[in-house]
């Protein structure tokens, strides 16, 4: 059958997931329906990021004592400038490539975000990220509701999720986000080819969609069956994205080409979610060259560099915003396996052509005297100061073109840093 | 398939990966507690599923070079998908998935801290095949339905945990506080239940839990392997004071020589599992494992579970048979209650749907898709159940993987039928229904799986028609979501 742009408006998306062919015009709807069609990239390191690796107080005298084999030595930083109240900060050696992209001002680095009594579970950590609620990790995710506030009709593609797992953050009342971590293997199979085929994937779709809310749980499955039946189409023209630059070859690099290609192909998706993990670095750290950080650095920095050049490229790095968190950052003082256990506050970054860049917040001082008001946990962690729900705040309002208020439930504006 | 009896299709869906042929056999004629004794105590059932690898009436293993479940991961989870398959003790093979998610473990990381061969062996070693201890899949066997408190500890001095969480660079100098952490958060009683200064305190614990390397002739000789190894010299040996009590006495660990030292996380483990909050906990997740996620657990279950689990002596064989008794599990309303995971949904489909000449190891990028890698589950929390199992992408993979059965089964699908069955869509659409068990199709479900049998041409039963519909309802019905929920 084939659906008309106004049957399409009519039914919404019932009637469109009777066809087989994703309409072009769907993706014109979904960019007519923003303010801009801006893209939010949240980037996720997963496992707690070791801020202090990140970005180096290289000029603090305990970070070096506090920190003997795993500190970042002061001739090996990336030096990036000083923060407000005048201390030094330098990249890790491997983050190059944010560095590159730091020196043309489209870099925002938001020192020591977090919350107050920060935990130290990464579940519960993450699911505070996700509501934007320290007091509620069960609640529906701060994408999720963005993405539910979108006016009708509902595009099951406004949100990307290219990692396997299932995030609170994406989670909405009204909108699922789908998990695609390779275009490729997002078509459908049958033992039967031809009209059998067809035959059997009509019956397949209209079984999917008749289940009503009598029956929530089923018609829970259901709506993901009809939502890979509505999308295989647009996520297909993104297999064999030709990109403008060479990506590394890793999952994270891969993840943020499918990104770049989607956007190309413009399948219409408003928030992508890419994550890397194995940041939960208790052992084996190393410090500038060697060790596990330095690997999971130039997995971040080569791979935000790469698809930062693609999207300059394709014209497109106007329009995307990356917004980079971890669910927590790590002590301040190494462990014996040369390693980092769970601490409080992290490093948030963004990244795109509307970023104004720069250092944003004021590093801790690491001096363990349990009276120094910059640190937690009896000098042990290092202690928030700016709010995260802020920065959110901040995403939603200048760049997403909403009220922050409505989606995160209150006014976190203030003390937002001004990074776009 | 199904037996006629919708309560033992219930039991066998739930405490086991589905029915084929044999396994009623097995259970013909017996009292529903018969059968709830059949699964629980499943020592009487011979435990010879692996001997039957390889041999032709049973699914097939693909092999590349030799077959090297021991040191091969992609074999290990070959073995394993082979047993949900094929195990005539699926009890067994059901609760050590189940502890598997429970503690995490997750192969990438022990293979890169200790290699492929002596990883994989951590992670699947088969006692007795090859030298050094069981892999954690074995103990997890061996302590599938024992006391909770014993199994406990053998993970806690697993070389698979040991390398996981970091416990070999946990020292008296340097306390390493990840293992103290997760397994008060994770393993035992959950948040809520301490504070940070009890990590603390856990971490200085467990010092000296360390391994012993025992290396072959190259990291890649099988016969290399590492073992437990209490390190006295590293143990802290002072008081660890916590906020609870250790054995129902005082909050401290008293100091103790080195030598004596590694009672210290024997009292520590053995209070957390007494605890009824880890009693409660357990209760919470085996609810939602046998009984529904559809649901909260009921608080009467949680508290009877919690009974039973400490009269028992943390036995966890008289926890399950309460629970496959309880009305709450043979409550007709929690059949179809749960939310099947992708392990689950693949063994059934194998089993329900037929196997000649179907090897497992087609399943494993599938399930991979589907989001359950068997050996590594996302995080030392375990995979994310339920509904968050349904992503887009990974109910594409199940229908998807419901296709590549149906297409490998085609020829014994369309055979399946008698020929009074292939007369007549409708008795198709039957007999299919009484081999796959999906939940119930409403009536314009059904007519809708009728409509794609007529589809295409007038109904005639010829073979040629069937090699084409038979697979294609298979395929409609195993890739539907009502065959989503067990």
Known sequence: MNVTRRDFIRDGVAAFTLSFAAPAFLADIARAQGVLSRNLVVIYLAGGNDALNTLVPYTDPFYYSRRPAIAVPAGQVLQIGSDASGKALGLHPRLAGLQTIFNQGRLAIVQRAGYANSSRSHFQGTDIWGTADPNNTAGLGWLGRYLDSIPPPMDPLSGWNTSGATYRALTGLTVSVPSITDPANYSFASPNTGAEAINERNSAIRIASSAGPDRPHLAFVNTSAMEAFATLDRVGSVVGYQSSVTYPNNGFAAALKTVAGSMVKGVGTRVYWVQTGGFDTHSGQGNAGGG?????????????????????????????????????????????????????????????????????????????????????????????????????????????????SAILGGNFRAGAPAII | MRSGDALLDHLFRRAGFGANAADLQAVAGMSYPAAVDYFVDFEKQPDDVDSKIGSPDYVSITTRGQFSPNTNIEDARQRWLFRMVHTRRPLQEK????????????????????????????????????????????????????????????????????????????????????????????????????????????????????????????????????????????????????????????????????????????????????????????????????????????????????????????????????????????????????????????????????????????????????????????????????????????????????????????????????????????????????????????????????????????????????????????????????????
């Not at chain 1, 790590?330 to 970023?355: L, Y």
């Not at chain 2, 200790?114 to 062996?121: F, I, M, R």
């Not at chain 2, 055979?415 to 314009?444: C, E, G, H, W, Y």
């Open chain 1, 292 to 404: 596990g950080y330095a690997t999971l650095m130039s997995t971040l920095g080569d791979g935000v560099l790469a698809f930062y050049n693609d999207l300059q490229n394709q014209g497109l790095l106007g329009s995307t915003l990356m917004v980079q968190f971890s669910e927590f950052g790590r002590r301040i003082s190494e462990n014996g396996s040369q390693g980092t256990d769970h601490g409080a506050a992290s490093v948030m970054m963004a990244i795109g052509g509307g970023v104004r860049g720069g250092l944003y917040g004021t590093a801790a001082s690491l001096d363990p005297n349990p009276s120094n008001p910059t640190l937690e946990n009896a000098g042990s962690d290092v202690s928030y100061e700016t709010d995260f729900r802020s920065v959110y705040a901040k995403v939603l309002d200048g760049w997403l073109g909403t009220d922050s």
């Open chain 2, 95 to 486: 609760m050590a998935l189940f502890w598997h998610n429970h503690f995490g473990i997750g192969y990438s990381k022990v293979a890169g801290a200790v290699g492929a061969v002596v990883g994989t062996k951590m992670m699947a070693n088969k006692a007795g095949d090859l030298a050094g201890p069981q892999g954690h899949s074995g103990l997890l066997r061996q302590y599938a339905l024992g006391k909770f408190r014993d199994l406990l500890i053998e993970v806690a001095k697993d070389p698979a945990m040991i390398v996981f969480l970091d416990g070999r660079t946990n020292t008296k100098a340097k306390p390493q506080e990840n293992f103290g952490r997760e397994v008060m958060e994770l393993f035992t009683w959950g948040l809520g239940h301490y504070v940070e200064s009890d990590v603390y305190a856990a971490a200085r614990v467990f010092t000296g839990w360390n391994l012993r390397n025992v290396p072959g002739a190259n990291a890649n000789d099988p016969a290399s392997y590492q073992e437990f190894l209490y390190n006295g010299a590293q143990h802290d040996t002072t008081a660890k004071t916590f906020t609870f009590p250790i054995n129902g006495g005082a909050n401290t660990i008293p100091a103790r020589t080195a030598a004596a030292g590694m009672q210290d996380g024997i009292d520590f483990l053995t209070s957390l599992a007494n605890h009824p909050e880890t009693g409660r906990r357990l209760a919470r997740k085996l609810w939602n494992y046998f009984v529904s996620d559809l649901e909260v657990p009921d608080p009467a279950f949680v508290e009877g579970v919690t009974n039973v689990y400490i009269q028992g002596d943390t036995d966890m064989r008289a926890v399950l048979r309460y629970i496959l008794r309880s009305v709450w599990f043979t409550n007709t309303g929690n059949f179809n209650a749960r939310y099947a995971w992708p392990a689950e949904f693949v063994a059934r489909t194998i089993k329900e749907m037929g196997w000649t000449g179907f090897s497992v190891d087609t399943a494993r990028t599938p399930l991979t898709n589907m989001g359950q890698t068997l050996f590594e589950p996302p995080n030392v929390a375990g995979w994310q159940l339920g509904r968050a199992w349904f992503g887009t992408g990974a109910m594409l993979a199940r229908m998807n993987f419901a296709a590549s059965v149906a297409s490998n089964q085609k020829f014994n699908l369309a055979r399946s039928f008698s020929a009074t069955d292939r007369a007549q869509p409708d008795r198709v659409l039957n007999a299919m229904l009484q081999r796959l068990t999906p939940s119930a199709f409403s009536t314009s479900e059904s007519n809708e799986l009728i409509a794609y049998l007529n589809a295409g041409g007038p109904w005639t039963g010829s073979d040629t028609q069937m090699n084409a519909k038979a697979p294609g309802l298979a395929r409609l019905v195993a890739g539907s979501g009502q065959y989503q929920f067990v």
